[in-house]
């Protein structure tokens, strides 16, 4: 167990519709990323928060925004959702805003989104 | 620049062989490089990781060997066991704009080991 919680495990919705995915980081760790993993696609970084302030960008949507509260958890919304977005949602931590030997990514078990 | 090249996709190997992934970089200013094994229906988790001012590290039966003149490193999994099956993914950081490091992951490798 990493000791990263994301919520909900499944999510079903249908276009156009918007979702809230949440994550809890580990106990101390003050970095959250959010990745997005696609059937046989690799692992594509969203974006990444560090102690309450967005701290790098990757490819992510206009339709999808990110936040992370006082209490370090994150939650990541997705909105006027598309076919294409059904995919894994990947959270992960790290102690400081890293990742490197010192400060490794542990990632959650996933939410998968799935778009009808 | 900011792509890690991973091979290959997938990968079957006998009970007690040796298994071989590589990845290939091109950024020069990546500086740690992590590999993640990641099972059905979970999360990756860290399986090890370098640097590259060392060109070899070890734990167990995994071994990241690092070649930094051709921007390359493997993963080699000796006496591959069935439970190894999992998908493998190599990784990378860089400074990007703003200063700010990321993780670059390549494609994923799939293996299976065969009893």
């Known amino acids: 167990d990493s000791g990263v919680t994301q919520t909900p495990k499944h999510l079903i919705t249908a276009t156009g519709q918007r979702v809230t995915l949440r994550c809890s980081p580990r106990?101390?760790?003050?970095?959250v990323y959010w990745y997005q993993q696609s059937l046989d696609q690799g692992l594509q970084f969203l974006i990444q928060?560090?102690?309450?302030?967005?701290?790098a960008k990757g490819n992510i949507l206009e339709r999808f925004s990110a936040q992370q509260f006082p209490d370090l958890h994150s939650e990541l919304n997705l909105s006027s959702l598309e076919l294409g977005d059904s995919a894994l949602y990947f959270c992960?931590?790290?102690?400081?805003?890293?990742?490197?030997?010192?400060?490794?990514?542990?990632f959650g078990n996933g939410t998968r989104l799935t778009v009808t | 620049q900011q792509q890690v090249k991973q091979s290959p996709q997938s990968l079957i190997v006998q009970k007690g062989g040796i298994s071989i992934i590589n990845c290939a970089y091109e950024?020069?200013?990546?500086?740690?490089f992590p590999w993640y094994q990641q099972f059905p229906g979970k999360g990756p988790a860290l399986l090890i990781a370098?640097?590259?001012?060392?060109s070899e590290k070890k734990e167990g039966r995994f071994t990241i060997s690092f070649n930094k003149s051709a921007k390359q490193f493997s993963l080699h999994i000796m006496d591959s066991q069935p439970g190894d099956s999992a998908t493998y993914f190599c990784?990378?950081?860089?400074?990007?704009?703003?200063?700010?490091?990321?993780?670059?992951f390549g494609a994923g490798t799939r293996l299976a080991v065969h009893p």
């Open positions: 992960a931590s790290s102690v400081v805003a890293g990742p490197d030997l010192n400060s490794p990514l542990h």
């Open positions: 106990s101390g760790d003050l970095s």
């Open positions: 928060y560090y102690n309450g302030e967005e701290r």
């Open positions: 950024n020069t200013a990546f500086d740690y």
């Open positions: 370098i640097r590259p001012d060392v």
């Open positions: 990784a990378a950081r860089g400074a990007f704009s703003g200063g700010y490091n990321k993780l670059i």
